[in-house]
């Protein structure tokens, strides 16, 4: 069965940096296209990035662009999500989230339970 | 930059019908995926594209998409239909989720 295990959540002081894993397991990993969505305490759901299925194109919420980088390794089965230059704003839970699509963003079909990220000094 | 709006809440008596409202600019061009979540959980795919039920969703659940509003509607509501509801939609690079809706079981 289709698994998303998410890793690497923590606290962390604001402006340092922080990687979250997801691996996968239970189908081909490199025929899906991935997202990152993100929820704060009490909040609702926010789009982080999304990332084709061979890594060549990636796109971002404006809310991180320029200081989250999504990646994946098809070898390892697993997802990335670099965060740098964290603030308190980027507090939430992070879900990785298989979309039904190699390229074209369409559905996020299967979610991972999802890693808890706390910026606070 | 594109923006989903959907009811807070939405309260409807057990065995009734809960209509979801997601309103967004032209959103009938646009393919709309609908995901539940229920408290402590990952959000789970409920509808794709407009009108599509993932195996296991009950047919209970339909949905319909024309002109500014998207819908998603439980007939025959059951008490574990209790949780928020979001739209979704992909836009000019950029995935949108609406502000999310509570469905509460009276």
């Known amino acids: 069965q289709v698994q998303l295990v998410e890793s690497g959540g923590g606290v962390v002081q604001p402006g340092r940096s922080l990687r979250l894993s997801c691996v996968a397991s239970?189908?081909?990993?490199?025929?899906?296209?991935f997202h990152w969505v993100r929820q704060a305490p009490g909040k609702g759901l926010e789009w982080v990035a999304f990332?084709?299925?061979?890594?060549?194109?990636?796109y971002y919420a404006d809310s991180v662009k320029g200081r989250f980088t999504i990646s994946r390794d098809n070898s390892e089965n697993t997802l990335y999500l670099q965060m740098n230059s964290l603030r308190a704003g980027d507090t939430a839970v992070y879900y990785c989230?298989?979309?039904?699509?190699?390229?074209?963003?369409?559905?996020?079909?299967?979610w991972g339970q999802g890693t808890l990220v706390i910026v606070s000094s | 930059s594109y923006e989903l709006t959907q009811p807070f809440s939405v309260s409807v008596a057990l065995g009734q019908t809960a209509i979801i409202t997601c309103g967004g600019n032209?959103?009938?061009?646009?393919?709309v995926h609908w995901y539940q979540q229920k408290p402590g959980q990952a959000p789970v795919l409920v509808m794709y594209?407009?009108?599509h039920r993932p195996s296991g969703i009950p047919e209970r659940f339909s949905g319909s998409n024309s002109g500014n509003t998207a819908t998603l509607t439980i007939s025959r509501v059951q008490v574990g239909d209790e949780a928020d509801y979001y739209c979704?939609?992909?836009?000019?690079?950029?995935?949108?989720f609406g502000t999310g809706t509570e469905v509460t079981v009276l």
């Open positions: 989230a298989r979309d039904n699509s190699r390229s074209v963003v369409s559905e996020a079909d299967y």
């Open positions: 239970g189908f081909t990993f490199s025929n899906f296209g």
């Open positions: 990332i084709w299925y061979d890594g060549s194109n990636t």
């Open positions: 032209n959103i009938g061009s646009k393919n």
């Open positions: 594209r407009d009108r």
């Open positions: 979704q939609v992909w836009d000019t690079s950029t995935v949108v």
